[in-house]
C-alpha cells in the first residue's frame, strides 16, 4: 500500500474587495492572496476501501463535511478508484482564521493523490475539482502570490510578495466566512470592476504597496467583533508596517520591517493571546514530501 505527505501551507489577504453581489449569491471580489509558511501536514495511506479522516484536532468533521473528504470522494468517483484512503490532518493552521487552512488542505490533496495514483490530471482539470469543493481551493492550486477575481475562482499569478516578518495573532474567537458574508450590506460594495489595484501592484516595489492594502470585510466583522479590531490597533501601535485582518477572521496579521520590532510585539500581544504565529510569506502552497 502506498504512502505519502504533504505539507499545506495557509494565506494570509493583502488586499480584498468586495465588489459586488452576484445572482447565484456570492460575491465578486477583487483580492490579492499570499501564501505563508505555516502549514498543515496530511499523511495519506492507501486501505482497501472507504475514505478515513483522522487528525490532531478532534473537533474536525471527519465526513463530507471536511474539505479533504470532499476532495478524495471527488477523484474517487471521477477516475473510477475502487481503493480506499486513509488520511491523518496534523492541524498547525488554526481553523475559521481567514487563513484557508481547509481549502488548502484540500488542494494539497488533489496534489497529493495526483501523483500517488500516477493520475496525471492537467490543471485545468484540477481548478475543475476545486470548483466542487469550494472557492479558495482555485488559490492554493497556484503558488505564492496571486490576484484573485469572480467570486475567488479566478486567479492570476502575479509576481511574489517577500516579507519575512510577519505577526499573526488568532483570539479565542472564531468566525465562519458565511456568517459574515451574510451581514455584507448593499453600502460595504463598491461595485468598481477596474482592476487599479493589479496594475499598481505589478509596478510597485513592496513597500511602496503597503499603503493600498485593505480588507473590505474588517468593517463588517469589526461592529460586532470588538476584539479583532483591538489586536490591529495594537499592532500598528507596536510598529506594525500594516495591520490587516485576514479574510473573513479572525486572525489578524502585521507586517513588520524587521524581526525584533516583530518579537517585541509578540511579547506584548503574548500577555493576553495563546495563539501567536510567527511567520513569514511563501513561494508555495504545498510541499509534496514524496
Known amino acids: ?55 490532531n484536532i478532534k473537533s474536525i468533521p471527519k465526513d463530507h463535511k471536511n474539505t479533504v473528504y470532499k476532495a478524495a470522494e471527488i477523484i474517487k468517483e471521477l477516475f473510477g478508484i475502487d481503493k480506499g484512503i486513509k488520511i491523518f490532518i496534523n492541524k498547525r493552521i488554526p481553523h ?112 511602496e504597496i503597503i499603503p493600498y492594502f485593505k480588507n473590505d470585510l474588517e468593517k463588517i466583522v469589526f461592529e460586532e467583533f470588538k476584539e479583532v479590531e483591538k489586536i490591529k490597533i495594537a499592532m500598528i501601535k507596536n510598529k506594525a508596517r500594516l495591520s490587516l485582518m485576514s479574510g473573513s477572521g479572525s486572525s489578524v496579521f502585521g507586517l513588520f520591517d524587521n524581526e525584533t520590532d516583530m518579537v517585541e510585539c509578540k511579547k506584548i500581544m503574548e500577555k493576553k493571546y495563546k495563539r501567536i504565529y510567527i511567520t513569514k510569506s511563501n513561494e508555495k502552497g504545498y510541499d509534496y514530501e514524496g
Open 96 to 207: 475559521e482564521a481567514g487563513l484557508g487552512g481547509g481549502s488548502s488542505d484540500a488542494a494539497a490533496l488533489i496534489e497529493a493523490l495526483d501523483k500517488m495514483w500516477d493520475l496525471n490530471m492537467k490543471e485545468e482539470f484540477k481548478h475543475k475539482i476545486a470548483g466542487k469543493i469550494g472557492t479558495d481551493v482555485h488559490f492554493f492550486l497556484e503558488n505564492g502570490t496571486s490576484y484573485v477575481t469572480g467570486k475567488g475562482d479566478i486567479t492570476e499569478k502575479i509576481k511574489n510578495f517577500t516579507w519575512n516578518n510577519i505577526l499573526l495573532v488568532k483570539p479565542k474567537i472564531s468566525i465562519s466566512t458565511p456568517y459574515v458574508y451574510s451581514k455584507v450590506k448593499k453600502e460595504d460594495l463598491s461595485y468598481d470592476n477596474t482592476n487599479n489595484i493589479l496594475e499598481l501592484y505589478k509596478r510597485s516595489k513592496e513597500k
Open 1 to 55: 500500500m502506498k504512502k505519502t505527505r504533504i505539507k499545506a501551507f495557509g494565506k494570509i489577504n493583502l488586499y480584498f474587495e468586495l465588489v459586488n453581489k452576484r445572482q447565484d449569491g456570492y460575491h465578486d471580489i477583487k483580492s490579492i492572496m499570499q501564501n505563508i509558511d505555516l502549514y498543515d501536514e496530511l499523511t495519506i495511506e492507501e486501505s482497501v476501501k472507504g475514505i478515513e479522516i483522522d487528525s
